[in-house]
């Protein structure tokens, strides 16, 4: 099991870099100038002086220019670009400028904001340094894997990613993915030997490169190279990846872009021959006429804006602890129908403490509150310690040693890192008067693993070696042997020990067995089929009390439709006691690993969906879970810490891995982490992402119907012919001021009131569905119409074609202005409770009022513009105006409303023009939208 570097043979390097792997261990001691022991602090700051931060520099970036001429690299923007050379040759000049200055605005925000998003999104991704377990002055130590150093000693176990390069001193089943830098996606076995000199790297069995994942067992080695000058480094010489701001929907958005390009210059080409042949215009007007469709068709600012809305979302989920890896994930999040959770951590406190010690004739109490080792162990109330019995003394022993935690003490303190159960065990040993694991050197060992729920560790003795097993306790049981009691109701039979167990797990508390055996002194290595004939010790119960905060968290949950499953290895009572005091159990829903085994993947979509808690679960029974019900039909977001918990996660449509206690090889496979490996971070996160997704949709449901407008004033123009309501120059303005004004104060917009209580979104929902295909003609067409009413009566009143055109241009900025407060609800009424949550709509709204005065009122603009200041009888209409095509959008939302939660119920999305549209199924039975389980874009 375990490898031991034996060769001895000596090689160097020949072109100045050193071959590691063909370096025995003692020979790289003395070059590092280093032992088992590890470097001391100060040694370690001044290695670290010398060779720098254990990090890739970040890469540089696209060339700033480039960045920005990108803004320009789009079919709509050539379409502008066009049109503004077309007035150029024509010789109007202001027109040119105009279309120019809105580009140049535009691209400018948006080199600006999409900057801005990116450095925070790269800084979302540092949120979560990489830690490294290493030992400096004999003392083990969790340290920053960016502070590691040449010649650190580096604790490795599965589930870590490998920080630097390291030569491996100890490896004990130890299998290492090496996909990034091999491309071979299966686990190598490594091992300590010295291998020759021109092995390739993936040869190299001897060495775990930086970036790596070990999947198996654990090993110790010798760091040699770190930062740039690790494999990785010498690789890519710069991070990987820098993050397109993007999601589905964006990237289908910008499809429909395209299409829009297309549909522009088709209408461009109609409209200029009607205007030619049919109405009479001159060439030159038509010329401005067609440039001013085309340009107030085209939506300019909404990919900055969306980019801004996406950026801000996640730059808040991240502030919330919940940080997202891969973008695509922020939408799915919105649709998620189902929660599967772990329990210990994420909807306990993860602070286990013991508190019952039960041997075959004794039963013990211990006090203390979380792995501080403050606290007592009584036996009815008389205090006892180490020497109280020969079977208390050896479970302690037990524990203590079959442990991978570590307890440090500085001056009284002690101080314990490492997993939750192993330190609460490590605190009890603490609490006994038990230090003797300090110095004990193990021979070998079988790590933990969820899926055989046992470790066992194997220590040398004076006369005899001795096995130590502890693990869940039906495990421990099966492995133990009892003399002669079997069957009988004795107090050292499994029958009596499962009563006990199960009396102490219905408390809900975690159970823990322990087992040792005598082995020969030359028995050096554990395999799996020593650990049995075992003699069984006792078993030791620790509390950790649910969060308050995830009870809170699952009811809001159970109100927006999502349900939460809890799966879970612990015991099904322990699970169960757990399960109802977070109501998530109902009448006795708990269901245990072993009996999903049984079922067939048909039987156990039914169950899946039945049952709330799965109690003594496996790595393997998670991702059966997760297929089951994503076979029901469910968005499903399962989290996981374990190593094996990877496959699960990346099969959930939202794999969330544990920020603190989980594994780098989760991390590595999720949509998004707990920075504070709370539940309640996972229901605000789903919110979250319903209220980014509703700020998309917002973004369009605002511009789409503002350009739509403005096209439909210019159209209607040409067809009803003669003296144009708005000129061309005047819907460029218009364009100018609204798109970099108004629409940017959605993306601040904080969730709507019901996104904590609305069912999830139906995940076949199409970006433009129904109800924005109808949204958006609907209004476009309503302030368009209004637009020209406001201006033809004023003309039927007796005003002159210059009070007319101003009075037209401000009514359909006043009814952009009055939309944009539609919008900041899709579907519920705006006026009411919430109206001045987001303070960017007013400060939006009062610069456009600001500057619309100065266009109004300032004789230059007067001139550049052909518009007349307008009189205060005109205002009032602009305004009233304004105001009923407020109140008329509002109607219409309550109307569609309506419709729209009437269709939901039957199943469908509202849609005008086909009423209802049926959820499609995917040939393998899911409901999985176009979008979701999209090309996973990771950043981190
Ligand atoms: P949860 O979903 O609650 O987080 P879990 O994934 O932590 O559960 P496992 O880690 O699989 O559950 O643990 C299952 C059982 O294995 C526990 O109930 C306990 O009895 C035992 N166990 C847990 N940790 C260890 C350990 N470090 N060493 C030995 N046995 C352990």
Redesign the pocket.
Known sequence: MKTKDTKNKKSSNSTGQVHWHSLPVDEIYRRLDTSPEGLTDKSAEERSLKYGWNKLPEKSGVNPVMKFLKHFDNLLIYILLIAAVITALMGNWLVTGVIFGVELINAVIGYIQENKAERAIRGISNMLPGHAKVIRSSQTKSILAESLVPGDIVLLKAGDKIPADIRLTEATNMKIEEAVLTGESLPVNKTTEVFPEESLPADRKCMAYSGTLVTNGIGTGIVVCTGVHTQIGQISKMMEDVQTLSTPLMRKFDRFGKMLAIAIIFLSAIFFMLGYFIQGYALNELFLIVVGIAVSLIPEGLPVLMTITLAKGVLKMAKQNAIIRKLPSVETLGEVTVICS?????LTKNEMTVTDVLLANKQYTVTGVGYSPVGEIFDNGKKVAMGESDGFDELLQGVALCSNSEANKSGDEWSIIG?P??SALLSLALKGGYYGFKNNKRLDIIP?D?SQ???AVLIPGEHFNTIYL????EKVLEMSVFHGSIGQSDTNSPEWWKEQLSSLASEGK???ATASKKVPLDYKNILLSDVFNMDFLGIVAMIDPPRQEAIKAIEQCHQAGVEVKM?????TL?AKAIGESLNIVKEDNVISGPELEKLSDIELEAVAKKYQVFARTTPEHKLRLVKALQSNGQIVAMTG??VNDAPALKRADVGIAMGIKGTDVTKDSAEMILADDNFATIAKAVFEGRSIYDNLKKSILFVLPTNGAEGFVMMASVLIGGHMPITPLQILWINLVTAVTLGFALAFEPGEPNVTTRPPRKPNEPILDGFLIWRIGFVSVLLGSITLMVHHFLIQFGADYGHARSAAVNTLVAGEVFYLLNCRYLREPVLGKGFFSNPKVFYAISSVVLIQLFFTYTPFMNILFDTTPLHTRELTWILAAGLLFFIIVEIEKMITKKIFDNDSEKGGYFNPFKKIVPIRKSENGTMKSLWSNPSRNNFM
Not at 470 to 473: F, Q, R, S
């Open positions: 772990d329990k210990t951590g994420t997993d159960t192993e933990f969820s729920k046992f470790m502890k693990g869940a306790p975690r159970i823990i799966i879970t290895g612990d015991h322990t810490d374990g």
